[in-house]
């Protein structure tokens, strides 16, 4: 269902990051450290700062989080599945495979099915975020949420629908194997909830979730720093200092990168920058904000295409080594045996349509590109003039 008010709907949705009972628990955080640090600073100007909550990037957020809900929806509604449709056939294949252990539901399952499901999560939301700023397709797609200039619980919303839909995938793959897995061994199994939320969830949001996107300076300390991301912490990822880039993927749990050496930790208070270094493929507008990160992306993945086709066509003999790299007999170095010199024909042939069909389309994408430029600053290309 496509709905416009999703984003507020979720205020009263349990669970939700942003239900209201999170961001007051938040409100109280922020407000127990300007007590203990900040009380220099006004409380008004501390919690409402215009700045902040009116800066063009925060007024952005704000215009572009509805259109977000609808793409999203539309994106999702052909795909969607629940993590009933993965858990059950992976249960069936354990019982086919092991029989069934045919134990009891109990507390002590329900404990470890909900320790098992938030670090399995937690560790996907890791490895998927740290794909997105190694891939350039993804990486374009993922500079919405980095392209903030400032940071408010309503940047968390800040999400290409594109990465909302991968995440929704990523959850639905890694908890519906979970639930088989936890089903399989004691029918009957839920997570621990309280209050109808899950324990897990509530703990995490509990410790701060909503201030990762805020103004509010909140670190654990370096010692627990190696274990939980603070909220300082993911302030220090959004940061475009090249001393923070690439660092602090993790979501709730820093270990996956203190293990993959990717952990900063937020030792003292920082006066910081954010949004994307060198500028983003977008700018504040809600609409452009939806479809120029679409275009930079498929650019780059044509891009890729063309250099491939041309790597494919450049004479073998050409792929340079240093004088003493060369092995007789190596095809690529120009002697021996080449092969099969039809198939490396047509190899050559597919390698040039394949790099002919980047080629223009790069250049039609680039064209889309500059009409949309000219048209949203009001300017009237002169080539097209009669």
């Known amino acids: 269902m496509l709905d416009p008010l999703q984003p507020l709907r979720e205020l009263v949705a349990p669970g939700k990051r942003t239900h209201w009972a999170f961001l007051a628990l938040g409100a109280v955080l922020a407000l127990a450290v300007w007590l203990a640090r900040a ?8 919690f ?3 700045e902040q909550w009116l800066h063009r990037s925060a007024l952005a957020d704000y215009g572009f989080v509805p259109l977000r809900a609808l793409l999203a929806a539309a994106l999702w509604a052909p795909l969607a599945f629940s993590t009933l449709a993965i858990a059950a056939p992976v249960r069936s294949a ?4 092991a029989g069934s252990p045919a134990r009891e539901a109990s507390f002590a399952v329900a404990l470890a099915y909900s320790l098992v499901a938030f670090v399995a999560d937690d560790l996907s939301r890791y490895l998927v975020h740290r794909a997105m700023h190694r ?3 993804l990486w374009h797609i993922h500079q919405v949420h980095h392209s903030a200039e400032v940071l408010t619980p309503a940047t968390l919303l800040r999400v290409h629908p594109i990465e909302v839909v991968l995440h929704q995938l990523r959850g639905r793959l890694v908890l519906g194997v979970v639930a088989g897995v936890f089903t399989w061994l004691a029918p009957g199994t839920t997570v621990v909830e309280v209050f109808g939320v899950e324990l897990m969830v509530l703990s995490w949001n509990a410790l701060g979730a909503n201030l990762r996107h805020s103004q509010v300076w909140l670190s654990f300390g370096p010692a627990l720093e190696h274990v939980l991301v603070s ?4 302030q220090l990822h959004h940061s475009v200092d090249p001393a923070h880039r690439d660092k602090n993927f993790g979501s709730a749990l820093a270990i996956w990168d203190w293990c993959a050496g990717t952990l900063v930790v937020a030792r003292r208070r920082l006066r910081l920058r954010f949004g994307v270094a060198g500028g983003a493929n977008h700018g504040h507008a809600p609409l452009g904000m939806l479809w120029r990160p679409v275009v930079a992306s498929a650019r780059s993945v044509f891009a890729v295409a063309v250099r491939r086709g041309r790597d494919v066509l450049r004479p073998r003999g050409s792929l340079a080594r240093g004088p003493g790299d060369h092995r007789p007999g190596d095809p690529r170095a120009g002697d021996g045996d080449h092969g099969d010199r039809h198939g490396d024909g047509q190899d050559h042939a597919a390698a040039a349509a394949l790099a002919q069909r980047g080629i223009v389309v790069e250049r039609a994408l680039g064209k889309v590109h500059e009409g949309y430029v000219g048209f949203a600053s009001g300017r009237v290309n002169p080539r097209g003039a009669p």
């Open 135 to 137: 891939v350039p397709a």
């Open 94 to 97: 354990l019982v086919a495979i």
């Open 48 to 50: 409402f700062a215009r």
């Open 39 to 46: 009380r220099r600073v006004p409380l008004r100007r501390f």
């Open 231 to 234: 909220p300082a912490q993911h």
